[in-house]
């Protein structure tokens, strides 16, 4: 965390009305320069995002049918131009996901209005004692910086030389229409290397907010309202199968903040899986397979960040103790089936389009909390209550000791909503049925409006870590008249 100069407490900031933390000298939400606190402008530079109210939702029968079931195909392959992949396991290295645990210590207002728990003890960033697990500080609630010498330079990388005060900096010339314009003093030339010509402060960069939307798959991330940068990373595509049907590609990266580097590391893992697939299923792979060998791939991506610099005298044996690292999960949606694969404690969720069915979260947490619980050496309550419930034990990185890809394939017999997240999101609707409260009654039609949604509803939680979602709306083929779609 950065140190910057005491300054007297504001109630809001004057460019975005966001309260900011105290003895902030820029505002963490829309970078505005609070040392000078100069007459509010007319427009602002940061859009909040809203939620609008989650329409309520009748309780899911207990006798209603499950959305999706394990699929395991037992025929072998005919030879046929269409698509006939292998047998296939339901899950190749982690059994059915435990039962979700619901949020108890969460802050903020939940889309329907509702007050959530109050936050729970800041967990410490520190790098583990002992393998397998690593700590991360994805929900480290900012401190208040200590008074620095108003001479003294800022500690973030993000501000490498003291910014110039603004009011005592000579005055520039408006620039021309068409120049970008700095956030803070809104009279500054930004220089190519992203710095006001003037008052000298560094912009919102382009990763900060990203959104993307292909098709009928969309995703949206956002560096949320705590930290100095988004280290989350996402990928989706297409492609078409071997019978020329489509396939769906969504894969979701968080970078471990403990790590050197973490949203170099989310990138290389996004890219190289996305990668991976779009050369794989094309081929006729089975997506099961397909997903298990992008994780693979993923994970060299981010292992070369680690490596020694060309040149380089000689090893250094601090390197790999801080290597650069990720989470992934992954979804793709080819020929009837729904393919996810995960290392570390993103999700995905199954949300059926009639809401009076079940959701389901497909994928089970690779962190200490999930391993306790597994082991049946704690209950839920007690293993998400300690400190230590949010340390992963698997991920992507030179350090994570033995790589475990987790993949599972699944038909399911009815159209829903594929929710790909961090835990930027999840952390503000931790069980399958507070996220399907969450995603708003369209977003099958509409996934990006629905994904900025989801991203929106974490932000008005509290926006402490990185929010990064992806949705892909999933169709089933109609049924003929007295027929039931049924597991292979």
């Known amino acids: 965390m950065s140190e910057s100069h005491q300054q007297p407490a504001l109630a809001r900031c004057p460019g975005c009305e966001e309260p ?17 606190v100069p007459a509010r402008p007319d427009d602002r530079p940061t859009l909040a995002i809203t939620v609008p109210p989650a329409a309520p939702h009748a309780p899911a029968p207990a006798s209603a049918v499950p959305p999706v079931a394990p699929y395991a195909p037992d025929a072998p392959m005919p030879p046929a131009p269409a698509v006939q992949w292998p ?3 339901g899950t190749d290295s982690s059994d059915v996901p435990v039962p979700v645990h619901r949020a108890t210590d969460l802050p903020g207002m939940d889309s329907g209005g509702k007050p959530l728990p109050a936050t729970p003890a800041a967990h410490h960033d520190e790098r583990p004692t002992a393998p397998p697990v690593r700590h991360d500080d994805r929900a480290v609630v ?46 500054g030339r930004v220089d190519p290397d992203g710095y006001c010509e003037n008052c000298g402060h560094a912009q919102p960069r382009e990763r900060d907010h990203m959104e993307q939307e292909l098709g009928s798959v969309a995703a949206v ?6 930290h100095h940068r988004n280290e989350d990373s996402f990928a989706v595509s297409s492609t078409a199968l071997p019978d020329g049907s489509p396939a769906v590609v969504a894969i979701v990266c968080d970078g471990v903040s403990s790590a050197s ?17 779009l050369e ?69 969720y199954w949300v059926p389009d009639d809401r009076t069915g079940p959701p389901a979260r497909l994928t089970e947490d690779d962190s200490w909390a999930a391993q306790m619980v597994a082991a049946g050496l704690m209950n839920e309550a007690e293993a998400y209550a300690d400190e230590r419930a949010h340390a992963i034990t698997g991920w ?50 509409s996934p990006l409006h ?3 949604v989801l991203v929106g509803h974490a932000l008005d939680g509290g926006g402490h870590d990185n929010v990064t979602v992806a949705l892909l709306p999933f169709a089933v083929e109609p049924q003929g008249a007295g027929s039931a779609c049924t597991t292979v």
């Open 20 to 36: 900011p933390a105290s003895g902030d000298l820029f505002c963490g939400a829309c970078g505005y320069d609070l040392s000078a």
């Open 87 to 89: 047998a296939a396991s």
């Open 142 to 187: 900012a401190e208040p910086a200590t008074a620095a010498p108003p001479d003294a330079p800022d500690a973030s990388d993000d501000f490498a030389l003291a910014a110039p005060d603004p009011r005592t900096a000579e005055p520039t010339p408006t620039p021309a229409a068409g120049t970008k314009v700095c956030v803070a003093c809104r009279s």
């Open 221 to 226: 991330s956002d560096r949320g309202l705590r």
């Open 261 to 277: 580097r973490p949203d170099e590391a989310s990138a290389a893992a996004a890219v190289a899986a996305n990668e991976a697939l």
């Open 280 to 348: 794989s299923l094309p081929r006729g792979t089975h997506p099961q397979q397909a997903m298990h060998e992008a994780i693979v791939a993923a994970s060299e991506a981010v292992n070369a960040l680690a490596q020694d610099p060309p040149g380089s005298a000689e090893h250094e044996a601090h390197r790999h103790q801080n290597a650069p690292a990720c989470t992934l999960v992954g979804a793709i949606m080819a020929g009837g089936l729904l393919v996810v694969g995960w290392v570390g404690d993103s999700r995905v």
């Open 396 to 445: 992507l990185g030179a350090d994570s000791y033995e790589l475990e890809p987790h993949t599972a394939s699944f038909k399911p017999d009815r159209p829903g909503l594929v929710v790909v997240c961090t835990d930027g999101l999840w952390n503000y609707a931790e069980s399958a049925e507070e996220m399907a409260a969450a995603v708003p009654p369209e977003a099958h039609r």
């Open 450 to 452: 629905g994904a900025q």
